[in-house]
């Protein structure tokens, strides 16, 4: 019997209102990291002069990356634990996380406390880029399993950055600034997180978990019945019993080019946390806000729109190529207009903004909503590793932020914008080939074709 029989119900079932119900309880999730993402590079300037902290010092470099550091962690114990104990043993809690981050950090008394409470929301950042798009890619159709995870970075996320914007924009204009300006932010951004916790707790375990890690007919067919509404009666054991161990080795070349993808989308990236303030400022924008405001608007929400559309269609490859491509043009040509061109100031800042306002255009029209969606971790690792490589993946993407927010300050002070923003583009060339040799095209596939997991079906003892 071919693997890919058995899950032909979920795989050619049409979108329904219990996908969209999915897609809405996922992309919560998103919606709050991009909010506080965004909360961190606009407050970073004010949070740096309440707290008496220089710009460039390691405190301040720790304040705008402390999620990240223990993101890997919380990537770790979320995946290792959803791939042995099931996605339901731990979805919701990294929800948990990141309200309960959010909103302590909106009572910290020091930039001691803001940390802490950052690294808490960190580990539920790690714990959502693993379960999120596992979730939604396992109870998705093929035909649409794309989408809808674009749809989670690609619109919820540039949403989020809205809220965050609109949200200190709304409070400049009524009076409230300073300290009770970014309190309020950070206190609004724990309602989302909290009140989805719940939701999430309430999802019915993976149907793919169900199938070939507990090897559970009768709830398979349970779940099935909820998400098609279908009966499906499987009476085969389906079971996988291939080593974890076999397969981690045996795909240990897929976990590594969907974690090198994702590592170099950071290293392209102008800036990371501090593009605000260090771009931003250098091109003139006084107001962390409107500048984050306007990048969302005018470039991230189109692009993410164009990857809505092609992404099942041209695939990911395609996009993915393309997005690099346009970002690293777009880097490249600021990088002659601020290094080596010489133009009057005035025109370099008009400039400089529509070149990154068209390298956040690309972005999402690639790797935001390929790579960086979780996608190529979803479609090449099987079920019986997903949670494991899933988790590896986002360490190596949260690693790379890491990075970038340890070069690109560096490169800025010492070699000036024109260079740091120029490396990021050719960083952007060897993802363009990296993309073009490396990766294989998965679009509208089953999840056991694309991670050719069928193959491997009722082997017990691989050679």
Same mark, same amino acid.
């Given at each position: 019997?071919?693997?890919?029989?058995?899950?032909?119900?979920?795989?050619?079932?049409?979108?329904?209102?219990?996908?969209?119900?999915?897609?809405?309880?996922?992309?919560?999730?998103?919606?709050?990291?991009?909010?506080?993402?965004?909360?961190?590079?606009?407050?970073?300037?004010?949070?740096?002069?309440?707290?008496?902290?220089? $710009?460039?010092?390691?405190?301040?470099?720790?304040?705008?990356?402390?999620?990240? !550091?223990?993101?890997?962690?919380?990537?770790?114990?979320?995946?290792?634990?959803?791939?042995?104990? #099931?996605?339901?043993?731990?979805?919701?809690?990294?929800?948990?996380?990141?309200?309960?981050?959010?909103?302590?950090?909106?009572?910290?008394?020091?930039?001691?406390?803001?940390?802490?409470?950052?690294?808490?929301? #960190?580990?539920?950042?790690?714990?959502?880029?693993?379960?999120?798009?596992?979730?939604?890619?396992?109870?998705?159709?093929?035909?649409?399993?794309?989408?809808?995870?674009?749809?989670?970075?690609?619109?919820?996320?540039?949403?989020?950055?809205?809220?965050?914007?609109?949200?200190?924009?709304?409070?400049?204009?009524?009076?409230?600034? #300073?300290?009770?300006? !970014?309190?309020?932010?950070?206190?609004?951004?724990?309602?989302?997180?909290?009140?989805?916790?719940?939701?999430?707790? /309430?999802?019915?375990?993976?149907?793919?978990?169900?199938?070939?890690? /507990?090897?559970?007919? /009768?709830?398979?067919?349970?779940?099935? /019945?909820?998400?098609?509404?279908?009966?499906?009666?499987?009476?085969?054991?389906?079971?996988?019993?291939?080593? $974890?161990?076999?397969?981690?080795?045996?795909?240990?070349?897929?976990?590594?080019?969907?974690?090198?993808?994702?590592?170099?989308?950071?290293?392209?990236?102008?800036?990371?946390?501090?593009?605000?303030?260090?771009?931003?400022?250098?091109?003139?924008?006084?107001?962390?806000?409107?500048?984050?405001?306007?990048?969302?608007?005018?470039?991230?929400?189109?692009?993410?729109?164009?990857?809505?559309?092609?992404?099942?269609?041209?695939?990911?490859?395609?996009?993915?190529?393309?997005?690099?491509?346009?970002?690293?043009?777009?880097?490249?040509?600021?990088?002659?207009?601020?290094?080596?061109?010489?133009?009057?100031?005035?025109?370099?800042?008009?400039?400089?903004?529509?070149?990154?306002?068209?390298?956040?255009? !690309?972005?999402?029209?690639?790797?935001?909503?390929?790579?960086?969606?979780?996608?190529?971790?979803?479609?090449?690792?099987?079920?019986?590793?997903?949670?494991?490589?899933?988790?590896?993946?986002?360490?190596?993407?949260?690693?790379?932020?890491?990075?970038?927010?340890?070069?690109?300050?560096?490169?800025?002070?010492?070699?000036?914008?024109?260079?740091?923003?120029?490396?990021?583009?050719?960083?952007?060339?060897?993802?363009?080939?990296?993309?073009?040799?490396?990766?294989?095209?998965?679009?509208?596939?089953?999840?056991?074709?694309?991670?050719?997991?069928?193959?491997?079906?009722?082997?017990?003892?691989?050679?």
């Amino acid at each position: 019997m071919d693997l890919r029989d058995l899950f032909k119900p979920l795989d050619y079932s049409k979108f329904n209102i219990y996908h969209a119900r999915s897609l809405l309880i996922t992309t919560l999730g998103m919606f709050t990291i991009s909010y506080n993402t965004t909360f961190v590079s606009i407050a970073l300037h004010t949070l740096s002069k309440q707290f008496h902290i220089p $710009v460039g010092s390691l405190l301040f470099d720790l304040l705008g990356t402390a999620s990240l !550091w223990t993101a890997v962690a919380g990537a770790l114990f979320f995946g290792i634990t959803a791939n042995f104990k #099931g996605r339901k043993s731990v979805y919701g809690y990294e929800c948990l996380l990141l309200g309960i981050g959010s909103l302590l950090g909106a009572f910290a008394p020091n930039v001691y406390w803001l940390i802490l409470t950052q690294m808490i929301f #960190g580990v539920g950042i790690g714990g959502d880029f693993v379960l999120s798009p596992i979730v939604l890619g396992e109870f998705s159709n093929a035909k649409d399993r794309g989408k809808l995870l674009a749809f989670a970075v690609g619109v919820t996320g540039p949403l989020g950055s809205i809220a965050s914007a609109l949200t200190f924009l709304g409070l400049d204009a009524v009076g409230i600034t #300073g300290s009770l300006q !970014w309190r309020l932010v950070l206190a609004l951004g724990s309602i989302i997180p909290l009140s989805v916790v719940y939701l999430r707790r /309430k999802v019915p375990e993976s149907p793919r978990y169900l199938l070939r890690i /507990k090897g559970d007919t /009768k709830e398979y067919s349970q779940v099935v /019945k909820t998400v098609t509404g279908k009966e499906e009666n499987v009476n085969v054991n389906a079971k996988d019993n291939f080593p $974890v161990m076999k397969y981690l080795k045996k795909y240990s070349f897929a976990i590594f080019i969907a974690g090198l993808l994702w590592f170099l989308d950071h290293m392209v990236n102008p800036g990371g946390v501090f593009e605000v303030d260090l771009i931003g400022r250098a091109l003139g924008f006084t107001n962390g806000a409107i500048f984050s405001l306007l990048i969302t608007l005018v470039a991230s929400i189109p692009g993410g729109i164009v990857a809505l559309l092609l992404i099942d269609r041209w695939g990911r490859k395609p996009l993915e190529s393309v997005g690099f491509l346009g970002m690293a043009g777009s880097l490249i040509l600021f990088a002659y207009f601020f290094k080596i061109g010489n133009f009057p100031t005035s025109l370099l800042d008009s400039l400089g903004f529509l070149l990154i306002l068209m390298y956040h255009f !690309w972005h999402n029209v690639g790797p935001a909503n390929v790579s960086a969606a979780g996608v190529f971790n979803v479609e090449l690792i099987p079920t019986k590793i997903r949670g494991i490589g899933s988790a590896i993946v986002v360490a190596i993407d949260r690693s790379g932020a890491l990075v970038n927010s340890a070069i690109f300050p560096f490169l800025f002070t010492n070699f000036g914008l024109g260079v740091a923003v120029g490396v990021g583009g050719m960083m952007g060339v060897i993802a363009v080939i990296a993309t073009l040799l490396l990766v294989k095209e998965t679009k509208q596939k089953p999840l056991e074709e694309s991670s050719e997991e069928f193959m491997f079906f009722g082997v017990e003892n691989p050679e």
